[in-house]
């Protein structure tokens, strides 16, 4: 596999020319988050990926995690790249400098997290879970807990896990029966076992810090009966650090993420103490899977680019049959496989998702910033409402269409692909756990079909539509001949989006199993619209950027352009099947016969 090099020329056309990334700076403690600093800091992370995370990559799939003695050890090169990591502070990029952190904007995060990604998904795994933690803690937990628990995250020093799974209850947390009995002095006494937890024990750090769903006795059945437990693997007592009754029984052996430890976790009278509220541990843990499903849709995205990247270079150097025309490279014994339509239909299939996709994340993620900080209560409000909209769209569509691209990047490589040698099979096995952690997407499109888009009597979703039916008005009406082949298209995905949705709210209030047999379908029509007008907005932004440079910039924009060509042209079509699909109604779905299966 080619060295990864990080997409820095593409996060600052995202971020700072399609979107207004410089925004970030006039929102309160964000001041010093200006264009030069953000540059220099996707810049360093990018090298620290490609110099030192990527060369773990197979390590880690090819060592995995071990239990011993009772301690999980993970692969040579792992502690050594955690290290690396902690003293250069970006385990806390973007906490809150009261506990340490260097306090820049959660979208900045996002944007330093897809090199890491890229370059090793198992070992982002332990950077991503510690802020998960950090945020449910430092939204929800009381100020004692915060000044205990957050520094330790922040620095590093201690990593953090999210452990909602058990044998029984995996989408159904509210079948969860670990429980936690009240000890009187503020402590709970939880007990239970949970299951594919990841990051759930490791020798990164000194300690970990698992956020926990627990029951009480007298709680509410279901989910309404769920409480969030900080428990730490070692309790601080007297100074000291001491066991906690917490145990990794076992490791999974996966598919994928191989260097990822994922655990089976006992607690036994484990000491913990209540995050937020009793009984209201789902809205704690909410605050963590919503950035956690939005940092999972930056997974898929993050693996095509790895896939793109190792793809590219392979069909510029394999040289296979000539050229349909005639050869292209005569003096060669056969063309490089990157003349062949079927190869470069891959290779922009590939490109086009990835460069669309990064921008549909930007804008979710600049939106949680504004949410979070903005000091207008209407433009918050706003923000909150597009992110969260976004957000499963973000993490499902992205990750199946980065398990779709990762699976193109094999078929460019051939038999070579298959084999372990180039690494992409591995980028395969890896993207795989990306649709279904987080929720799975089946779950991510019920969110949208049932939660997000009647939210507020369609609040949410007119986010979304208006500037998307502003945008396309104003360039009907302009009728840029350069603009018009790129327009229509889009203009015709989001009349589809549109119908769609009114039908769904008008069959799925009359019968909820139409909502469930269309949100799959729903979900990426829903991704392919949106990526269709980010195109449009990149086409539009490329047009005037490409006249008025030269060179290597000049042929950035160029290749947005044609980018952009082949996304409405060779894409956003399958925005037809979709639409039809979601029309059909469930009849062909739940009126097959529950024996016949
Ligand atoms: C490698 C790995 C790492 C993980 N890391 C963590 C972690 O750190 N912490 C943690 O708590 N968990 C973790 N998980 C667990 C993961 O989140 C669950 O596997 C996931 O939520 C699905 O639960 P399940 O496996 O029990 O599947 P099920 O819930 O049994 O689902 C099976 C199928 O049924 C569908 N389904 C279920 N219910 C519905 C419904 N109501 N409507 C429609 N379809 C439905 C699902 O979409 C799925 O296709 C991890 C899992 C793996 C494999």
């Not at 790895?306 to 005569?330: I, M, V």
């Not at 504004?370 to 969260?388: F, G, Q, V």
């Not at 990426?524 to 290597?552: D, I, N, P, S, V």
């Amino acid at each position: 596999m080619p060295e990864y090099q990080a997409p820095l020329r593409d996060l600052r056309f995202v971020y700072y020319e399609l979107f207004d990334g410089e925004s970030l700076t006039a929102l309160p403690g964000y001041e010093e988050a200006t264009p030069d600093l953000v540059e220099a800091v996707l810049e360093e992370i990018g090298k620290i990926s490609s110099e030192v995370l990527q060369p773990l990559n197979k390590v880690g799939d090819e060592e995995g995690c071990r239990i011993e003695d009772g301690h999980v050890r993970t692969a040579t090169g792992f502690k050594e790249a955690w290290d690396l990591l902690r003293e250069g502070g970006w385990m806390g990029l973007s906490a809150d400098p009261e506990y340490g952190g260097q306090g820049m904007p959660y979208a900045i995060g996002v944007a330093a997290s897809e090199p890491m990604i890229s370059a090793n998904l198992a070992f982002s795994m332990y950077v991503f879970l510690t802020h998960g933690a950090y945020d449910a803690l430092a939204h929800h937990g009381s100020d004692e807990l915060k000044a205990a628990f957050l520094p330790h995250l922040v620095d590093g020093s201690w990593a953090g896990t999210m452990c909602l799974t058990e044998p029984q209850a995996g989408t159904d947390l509210g079948l969860v029966s670990t429980r936690a009995i009240d000890a009187g002095d503020g402590a709970y006494e939880i007990t239970g076992s949970k299951i594919f937890i990841s990051a759930g024990d490791h020798d990164l750090t000194d300690n970990v810090v698992h956020l926990i769903l627990a029951r009480m006795p007298d709680a509410p059945p279901g989910i309404k009966g769920i409480s969030m437990f900080l428990v730490p693997k070692l309790r601080p007592e007297g100074g000291r650090l001491v066991p906690n009754g917490v145990t990794c029984v076992s490791l999974e052996h996966k598919m994928g993420i191989s260097g990822s430890s994922t655990c089976v976790i006992a607690f036994e009278d484990s000491v913990g103490y209540l995050i937020g509220e009793p009984n209201k541990g789902m809205r704690a843990m909410f605050t963590m899977m919503n950035a956690a499903r939005l940092h999972v849709g930056v997974q898929g995205l993050a693996i095509a680019e790895a896939a793109y990247q190792a793809a590219a270079a392979f069909a510029r150097e394999r040289l296979q049959g000539r050229a349909l025309t005639g050869p292209k490279f005569p003096n060669l014994e056969a063309d490089p496989i990157l003349v062949h339509p079927d190869v470069r239909r891959m290779l922009l299939s590939m490109r086009a998702f990835t460069e669309g996709a990064r921008a549909l994340t930007a804008w979710a993620a600049l939106e949680i910033d504004h949410a979070r900080s903005h000091p207008d209560p209407a433009r918050r409000e706003a923000a909150d409402d597009l992110a969260s909209l976004l957000t499963p769209v973000v993490k499902a569509f992205q990750t199946d269409l980065g398990f779709e691209m990762a699976n193109l990047a094999l078929q460019v490589h051939g038999g070579y692909g298959y084999v372990r040698e180039y690494g992409v099979e591995q980028l395969v096995r890896d993207a795989r756990i990306t649709q279904i952690y987080e929720g799975t997407n089946g779950i991510q499109a019920l969110d949208l079909v049932g939660r997000k888009l009647p939210a507020h009597m369609g609040r949410y979703l007119r986010r979304f539509f208006h500037p998307v039916a502003a945008f396309l008005e104003a360039e009907q009406a302009t009728a840029d001949p350069a603009m018009a082949e790129l327009v229509a298209p889009v203009a015709k995905a989001f009349d589809r989006l549109q119908r769609a949705t009114a039908w769904l709210a008008q069959e799925g209030m009359k019968d909820p199993d139409q909502a469930g047999a269309a949100a799959t379908d729903y979900l990426h029509l829903f991704g392919y619209t949106a990526l269709g007008y980010l195109w449009a907005r990149m086409a539009k932004l490329a047009l005037a950027k490409e006249a008025e440079t030269t060179g290597e910039e000049a042929a950035f924009y160029q290749a947005k352009l044609a980018t952009a060509r082949f996304y409405v042209q060779r894409m956003l079509p399958r925005s037809g099947a979709l639409f039809a699909t979601v029309l059909s109604g469930s009849g062909a779905i739940m009126d097959f016969p529950d024996e016949a299966f």
